[in-house]
C-alpha cells in the first residue's frame, strides 16, 4: 500500500481547478480540511476530495 503524499497549495488548487484566494476562504469560512505548518499549507487529496463529496462538511465518525 503506497502512502498518500501531502499536497502544496498550488497543487490542491490545481486539482481543485480554484485561485489560492479561493482555497483560503474555504479553509477560514467552509472548514477545508488543510494542515499548516509555520507558513506552508500542506492537504491531504483524500479529506479534501471527501470533503468536496459531502458538499463542504467533514464527516465526522468520532463522535463524543
Known amino acids: 500500500m503506497e502512502k498518500e503524499r501531502w499536497l502544496s497549495m498550488n497543487e490542491i ?3 481543485l481547478g ?3 484566494d479561493t482555497a483560503l476562504k474555504w479553509i477560514n ?6 494542515h499548516k505548518i509555520e507558513k506552508i499549507w500542506r492537504f491531504s487529496i ?5 470533503w468536496v463529496k459531502n458538499n463542504g462538511k467533514i464527516e465526522n465518525s468520532q463522535e463524543s
Open 13 to 15: 488548487c490545481a486539482h
Open 18 to 20: 480554484i485561485s489560492r
Open 29 to 34: 469560512k467552509k472548514n477545508m480540511p488543510a
Open 46 to 50: 483524500s479529506e479534501v476530495d471527501e
